[in-house]
């Protein structure tokens, strides 16, 4: 189906329901040497500054100073103009600035799910096809083809990627509060239940009132607490086969454990009661108040951050991370993303010609050297951090850095094995922690098998079929509908569309 303003409007209208924590990750090389982009460097200083305007999600509260764009013109021989928009609205903005024609030459998506509903517009000719060109760049063309792949539409390339780790999600608990409770991290899910139910009922904060809670969960199934302990249970990422066909996820009886699962938490007090009403801010503040021990989903990268909040509040307190739960077979799996959290696109309506557009991918090939993409990722060195042991260290200063560099840091095309960015230097043995447990996710990692596939249907009624789902998750774990409820809305969820979905993600995956 080819997508129409009209239609994308809508569809983007519903994305403003969907709350995706999606934060940057850490990691890289130590290349530190500068890569000047080969023949796409040659007489830039002697060109004339390449002006380009640049739309993109800001996840911070206040809009960044100059202080990085300034270096990175400098770097790039360029007059850039950042269009930051906060992220909460930026679905709003994105739709409005596509129905009025009126993007600007380079565009980053939010998310997977809005890059998703972009697909119409982008099988109806709106933005540049790219692929045929990165080969022209050194740089560019390293990027990993398998996440590429990930990002096609219609087996065509017409994106660049923000590389994130495969496997970041995992707990982040207090550990002083397993140790005193001489609790071990959780080796399967019976033990992370109980101890979400002794971080509840045994006093672990020592003050003698009862007002702690075991598990702080949000509004997102995904990015929150669900979709992790449901790979936990052995629950397919996404779809899975059953049969010799591709199903969704919430058609395993994995599913129905998870839900089980959760159902049992909020019945016995041991997590927050209102998480389906819960937003992420929320839930962290929770967290960090400290009055919640476990932190389940999103990032264990988060470590950092929240240990900062929590410390003021408790400063004895001690974090730590963990992944490694079993499901009730013995076994561990962790959800994978296809490598990507967004992407960023060229529409045609901006970009007058081929010429322009390889101008304007020769300035990513040049944010894709060490030298820039360090700068945009860490800032400016001996401002916003130093060198140690050949890592990146942050300065102390973390408002700074929130300030000043957080809104380019997310912008930041590829990962550390591609752009050779600096390996942070970390110091919270949490953090160390996680960083390895990264690693062994992806050992157990399992990927969605649908995530370069193509689905008509999904593009055009995915976000708003999910809703049926998650309400019915929801709904489920509140005990306001019991499994022959929630077979019901799997049942309404196929009749509206869900069947047509299945059937052509089945045809694409055969062949």
Known sequence: MV????????????????????????????KAAPNTGGDTAKGAESEAPMEIKIMLPLNTSETPPD??????????????TYQFFPADTYEEKLNSSFATSSLPQVTYLKNQTTFIQMKDAIKDGQFWEIGPYL????????LKPEILNNTKVEGKLYSLYIGR?????????????????????????????????????QDPDGNNVKDTTGVVDRNE???????????????????????GQLQPEFTFPQYIDTMDFFKKLRDG??????????????AVKMFTSGKAGLYIGGSMQDIDSLNKDLIKNAPDAVLDTHSMVAGPDGKFAQWMIPGYNNVV?????????????????????????PEVSNLMFWGIEGVHYTVEDGKAKPTDDKELIEREVKGYKDSVIGESETNGMYEPYNVLPGRIHAEELLLENVKVGV????????????????????????????????????????????????????????EEYNAAYKK
């Open 447 to 502: 990927p969605d098998p649908t995530a370069p596939l193509d689905s008509a249907t999904f593009t055009e009624k995915g976000v708003e079929l999910q809703q049926i789902i998650t309400d019915a998750t929801y709904k489920y774990i509140y005990g306001q509908i019991d499994k022959a409820g929630f077979e019901k809305e799997v049942e309404n969820w196929k009749k509206r569309g869900g069947d047509k979905i299945i």
């Open 269 to 282: 007090g041991y997590m927050n009661q209102d998480f389906a009403a819960t937003s992420k801010t929320d």
């Open 3 to 30: 997508m129409k303003k009209k239609s994308f409007s809508i569809m983007l209208a519903v994305l403003l329901t969907l709350s995706v924590m999606l934060t940057a990750c850490s990691g890289g090389n130590e």
């Open 135 to 142: 080969s022209e760049f050194p740089n560019l063309s390293k």
């Open 67 to 80: 202080t990085i764009k300034k270096e990175l013109e400098k770097l790039t021989n360029t007059k850039l």
């Open 165 to 201: 780790p495969l496997a970041r999600q995992g707990i982040i608990y207090r550990k002083d509060w397993a140790d005193k409770l001489n609790l071990a991290a959780p080796a399967n899910v019976d033990e992370l239940f109980e101890m979400a139910k002794a971080f509840t009922e």
């Open 221 to 243: 199934l995904t990015y929150g607490a669900f979709k992790t302990v449901s790979s936990w249970f052995g629950t397919p990422n996404g779809w899975g086969e059953k049969d």
């Open 345 to 369: 696109l060229f529409p045609k309506g901006a970009v007058k010609d081929e010429a322009e557009l390889k101008k304007i991918l020769a300035f990513f090939d040049k944010m894709m050297t």
